[in-house]
C-alpha cells in the first residue's frame, strides 16, 4: 500500500510532477511551511504530496458611529496598509477575507477598486485542526 513521510528537497520534481500530471492550471506554491509525502511502499515511488503553506485571515472591526465613513475609511485604509507591510516581512504571500453577504458586495468592491483585492477563483473550504471540534 503506502507510508508516510516527511518531506525532503529532492521531492520537488516529484512536486512538478503529480502538478503536471493533474494538469494543474495554478501556479505551483512557492514554499509549504508543512509538507508530507505518500509513498508506494514496493517502488518507494511519491505518489502524492500534501503541503500547507503560511497565509492571514483580516478582520475589521470599527466603530460605525465614530467620524465620517470618509475617516472611518481613511483609518482603515492606513491600518491596511500597515497590516500589509506586517505580512510581507514575515513572507506571507497572501491574506484572505470573508465578507459579510449584507455588505460584501460593496465593501467587496472597494477592496478590489481601491486596495487591489482579488475575487478568489476558488471554492473556499475550513475545517478545524483540533481532532473533534
Known amino acids: 500500500m503506502f507510508y508516510l513521510r516527511?518531506?525532503?528537497a529532492s521531492d520537488y520534481n516529484d512536486l512538478v510532477r503529480l502538478h503536471k500530471a493533474?494538469?494543474?492550471?495554478?501556479?505551483?506554491?512557492?514554499?509549504f511551511s508543512e509538507c508530507v509525502v505518500a509513498c508506494d511502499e514496493q517502488t518507494n515511488a511519491v505518489v502524492g504530496i500534501v503541503g500547507s503553506r503560511e497565509t492571514r485571515e483580516e478582520y475589521l472591526?470599527?466603530?460605525p458611529t465614530w467620524a465620517t465613513p470618509r475617516w472611518r475609511w481613511e483609518a482603515f485604509v492606513a491600518a491596511h496598509?500597515?497590516?500589509r507591510?506586517?505580512?510581507?516581512?514575515k513572507n506571507i504571500e497572501d491574506a484572505f477575507v470573508f465578507l459579510e453577504p449584507s455588505t460584501g458586495v460593496a465593501f467587496g468592491r472597494h477592496l478590489e477598486r481601491k486596495?487591489?483585492?482579488?475575487?478568489?477563483p476558488w471554492t473556499?473550504?475550513?475545517?478545524?485542526?483540533?481532532n473533534n471540534a
Open 61 to 63: 472591526f470599527i466603530d
Open 124 to 130: 473556499c473550504m475550513t475545517r478545524k485542526v483540533k
Open 22 to 31: 493533474r494538469g494543474e492550471k495554478f501556479p505551483m506554491p512557492s514554499r
Open 115 to 120: 486596495l487591489h483585492w482579488k475575487k478568489s
Open 85 to 89: 507591510q506586517q505580512l510581507e516581512a
Open 81 to 83: 496598509e500597515d497590516i
Open 6 to 8: 516527511q518531506s525532503k
